[in-house]
């Protein structure tokens, strides 16, 4: 049985590349609010960007196969992906 819209998913990525310095952040939460998406970006110390966001599964993948791209002056190396248990409020942010 195929997924359908209203089925609900969180998820947290974990972004590696050239990504921070270069807008993903900002760019991230504009393509999650686009979606419909409720979460966050953040970088990380090692130099990565955490991504987490909820909302039905298959918005939750497009932006997947977007963080995949991200913005023009990014360069992704990789997208780790993993369940994320926790809530998340409404909305996205910046963090």
Known sequence: MSSTASEQCTRRFL???LVQGVFFRASTRRE???LG???YAK???DGR???VASG???Q???LEAWLWKGPPAAQVDDVAVEDYP???AGGFRVA
Do not use: Q
């Open 60 to 62: 939750v993948r497009e």
């Open 15 to 17: 972004v590696s590349g």
């Open 86 to 88: 926790g809530p998340v």
């Open 37 to 39: 998406l409720s979460g």
């Open 56 to 58: 039905s599964c298959d």
């Open 32 to 34: 999650a609010e686009r």
């Open 43 to 45: 970088n990380l110390r």
């Open 49 to 51: 960007v955490e991504v």
